[in-house]
């Protein structure tokens, strides 16, 4: 596949629509990178709890912090991608549910975000990149070349999570992950900055009856055809 600068691939949706094995899988297929921005918020979130840093009072504090930190993803031996932060391994720390519960509201500060989006868009400038998170399409890189924007039923996605976290060996009940991802997406879709939303020019794909091989082809198609018109527009 062309490796084109500044050629990106942006997949938003809520949390269990199946983004991160999705762009995971196409960035391995095309031979871009994948960058998981969900992944830098929750260590946002984590720094923020080692300082016993709370989220309504401490805002500005947090927001601070969040400048203080370097992000960087590398390929493990076993052939996976760890967040490294400040040069630590926080990969297994970010993924618990207290984590995650947290950094829906971390992600809603706007010094915050404002950091993490000026990473993300230096992480993509000089390689093409498969990037998901919520607001890619809309804020981060408006001009991407093929944007997705994942979905699922709140029932099928609760169960994907459900059973990923079980493999963990995290000790959840499945209403449990239910109730925290409602109100993580209530959350997410209800801020004043950067919320959760289809671009206007993404394609919508409803993944409720789909396999992660079916989505992967879907998307695969979509990234064929755009690359096509944009050579087309180029000639
Ligand atoms: O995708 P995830 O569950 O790992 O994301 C963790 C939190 O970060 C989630 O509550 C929403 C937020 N987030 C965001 O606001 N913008 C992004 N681009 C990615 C994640």
Known sequence: MAQRTGCMIAIDGPAG?????????????VGYTYI??????RAVALMAMRRGL?????????GALASELD?????????AQHLFVNGED??????TPE????S???????RVREHLVAAQRAMARRRPVVMEGRDIGTVVFPDALLKVFLTASAEERARRRYTELHQRGEDVSYREVLAAQKERDERDSNRAIAP??????????????????????????????????SDEQGA
Do not use: C, Q, W
């Not at 629509?17 to 297929?29: H, I, L, Y």
């Open 17 to 29: 629509s199946g983004k991160s094995t999705v762009a995971r899988a196409v960035a391995d297929r």
């Open 36 to 41: 998981d921005t969900g992944a830098m918020y």
């Open 54 to 62: 709370d989220v309504e009072d401490d805002a500005e504090e947090i």
């Open 71 to 79: 992000f960087e993803f590398r390929a493990t031996d076993a052939g």
């Open 90 to 95: 926080v990969e297994r720390e970010i993924r």
């Open 99 to 102: 984590v995650g519960n947290h």
């Open 104 to 110: 829906s509201p971390v992600s809603a500060i706007p």
């Open 196 to 229: 959760l939303r289809k671009a206007e020019d993404a394609v919508e794909v409803d993944t409720d009856d789909m396999t992660v091989e079916d989505v992967v082809h879907h998307v695969m198609g979509l990234l064929v055809e755009r690359l096509r018109e």
